[in-house]
């Protein structure tokens, strides 16, 4: 990963745990005040641990995009083109050994 999307990255991720900690202070103090229930305070709290759980899937599958695109612009072998050159060097290897 790039110096610029490691960094991207734990930023992202800390203000997501700082965001999650603010919410998880607010949601005591409405608890304690009686504007929330216990039951509605989890169910927020979890809400939220869901859309994060989203975005950084989504961030993931993006990235995904991102890089093979990237390899594709500058040329870059993939897997399955290294794979396909293995297979035909072990098959031009096998009709070698039957001409000789």
Not at 11 to 37: F, H, I, Q, Y
Not at 67 to 72: K, L, P, W
Request: aromatic share 4%; hydrophobic share 35%.
């Amino acid at each position: 990963m790039s110096d610029f999307l490691k960094k991207g990255f734990l930023l992202g991720l800390g203000a997501a745990v700082s965001g999650k900690e603010r919410l998880d202070k607010k949601l005591k103090e409405l608890v304690e005040k009686n504007e929330l229930t216990q039951e509605q305070a989890r169910t927020v709290m979890r809400n939220f641990v869901e859309k994060g759980e989203q975005k950084t899937d989504e961030w993931s599958t993006k990235q995904t995009e991102q890089t093979q695109e990237m390899a594709t612009d500058l040329g870059l072998a993939t897997k399955a083109d290294i794979d396909e050159l293995r297979e035909r060097i072990v098959e031009l290897e096998s009709r070698l050994k039957q001409e000789q």
